[in-house]
Structures are given as C-alpha cells and as structure tokens.
Nanobody, 127 residues
Framework: QVQLVESGGGSVQAEGSLRLSCATS????????IAWLRQAPGKEREGIAT????????FYADSVKGRFTVSINDAKNTLYLQMNSLKPEDTAMYYC????????????????????WGQGTQVTVSS
C-alpha cells in the first residue's frame, strides 16, 4: 500500500518561500499522477499542482502558476513543492496525493479524486 507523509510546512512572511516534501513508501505498478492540493478554512479543496511519474508532465492551478514548482526525486521517492513569492491567500493545509484522476477545468487541468493521501502540512503566510 502506498503511504505519503508531508513535511516542510510552517509560517512565513509574504514574499517568502517554503519547500514542501512528500515522502512516499510502498509501490504501485505503472505510472500515475501525483498532486499537491490545499484547503483553506471555508473553502473547497483546491488542486494546485500535478505531476506524472512517467514523464514529468506538470500542470498548475492559475492561482500558483509561475510561483510554485512541483518535482520528483526518484532516488529518494519524494515529491516536492517549491513555493516562492508566497501570499497570505496561500495559507492553507497542503496535502500530497497519489494515483489521481486528471480533470479538465476551463482551459487547464487539475487533480480530481486520488487513491492515496498524506496527512497534510499547514502553511501560514502572514502580511
């Protein structure tokens, strides 16, 4: 069974940076989508970044595009989310998830249902 554990969250000032990590264990055959999602109080969960394990193709939500970068270190079995130019509206609980559906949303793509989830890590951005 695949297990995901996020880390790297914390408090940061606006315009600052954080790098989230998602350590994975277990395995699945084949290739699949892995994603970062976030949920702020009073808001629906938002898929913000998606990467395919097979070829590294990525998609980003418009709200983070140009500021966040998702990547995979295959040797460490770890997913990363580099977050730069953070804004107060980025404050949320951030989750990594694996084996996700990929859904069309407007002219973009976002992760839908995912089969495996981490416990989440809190990111708080202050003004």
């Amino acid at each position: 069974q695949v297990q995901l554990v996020e880390s790297g969250g914390g408090s940061v000032q606006a315009e600052g940076s954080l790098r989230l990590s998602c350590a994975t264990s277990g395995y699945m055959f084949g290739r699949y989508w892995i994603a970062w999602l976030r949920q702020a109080p009073g808001k629906e969960r938002e898929g913000i970044a998606t990467i395919h394990t097979g070829g590294g193709l990525t998609f980003y939500a418009d709200s983070v595009k140009g500021r966040f970068t998702v990547s995979i270190n295959d040797a460490k079995n770890t997913l990363y989310l580099q977050m730069n130019s953070l804004k107060p509206e980025d404050t949320a609980m951030y989750y990594c998830a694996a084996d996700c559906e990929l859904l069309s949303s407007g002219g973009n793509w976002r992760p839908g249902a995912c089969n495996y989830w981490g416990q989440g890590t809190q990111v708080t951005v202050s003004s």
